[in-house]
């Protein structure tokens, strides 16, 4: 119940979104500097 509860919050969603965008801008910046500038 408590996971079912968890996985049903309000707050799960919106998380979830902002992990997903923050892991595409990461890896978007990586690769911009990296092919762009030369950094690494």
């Given amino acids: ?3 079912k ?3 049903n919050h309000s707050f799960m969603l919106p ?3 902002h992990v997903v ?3 595409i ?3 978007g910046i ?3 500097y990296h092919f ?3 950094l690494y």
């Fill in 1 to 3: 119940m408590i996971g």
């Fill in 5 to 7: 509860y968890l996985l």
């Fill in 15 to 17: 998380g979830l979104v």
């Fill in 21 to 23: 965008v923050a892991t």
């Fill in 25 to 27: 801008a990461g890896y």
């Fill in 30 to 32: 990586s690769s911009l």
């Fill in 36 to 38: 762009a500038f030369g």
